[in-house]
């Protein structure tokens, strides 16, 4: 990336959409750029990687409100990472959470599917698990805690 881009070129250059920079400059996360003398938004080498680094973190599953404490984080880079090290925690957490409940998704599925003879839908194993919760084996799958 050479000299200044707009934010057209910034969402060129980085794959994000525009409509997305702007959101992160309205909540925070991105800086406000500097303006041309057409009021155009001119963004330079350090927008595009701090654009990269939310873009990543929002990949890896962070909130909005993570990526704030990391970035806030990174401005002072003489601290120990012990907080980082926090916050990535939490979202391992958040990870083993969702991969419990997707993996009882999974078995609920295999068990729906498992017990359909393939007969009439008004006999159809899936579509009366889909309608009754109760003969459901984990009342509370799926649900993201």
């Known amino acids: 990336m050479a000299g200044e881009l707009s934010i057209g070129g910034l969402a060129q250059h980085t794959g994000c959409k525009v409509q997305t920079i702007?959101?992160?400059e309205q909540v925070g996360i991105m800086p406000e750029p500097l303006r041309s003398n057409g009021n155009q938004r001119r963004y330079?080498?350090?927008?595009?990687e701090r654009l990269a680094f939310i873009?990543?973190?929002?990949?890896?599953?962070f909130s909005l409100d993570a990526i704030r404490q990391l970035l806030d984080l990174c401005d002072d880079p003489n601290q120990?990472?012990?907080?980082?090290?926090?916050?990535?925690k939490e979202q391992l957490e958040e990870v083993n959470r969702r991969i419990a409940n997707l993996q009882t998704l999974k078995t609920e599925f295999e068990r729906m599917i498992t017990q359909c003879r393939g007969d009439k839908i008004g006999e159809c194993r899936i579509i009366r698990v889909l309608s009754d919760h109760s003969e459901c084996v984990a009342p509370n799958h799926g649900v993201i805690s």
């Open 22 to 24: 702007r959101y992160y």
């Open 44 to 48: 330079d080498f350090q927008h595009a």
């Open 55 to 61: 873009r990543h973190s929002r990949e890896l599953g």
């Open 80 to 88: 120990t990472c012990e907080n980082v090290d926090a916050i990535a």
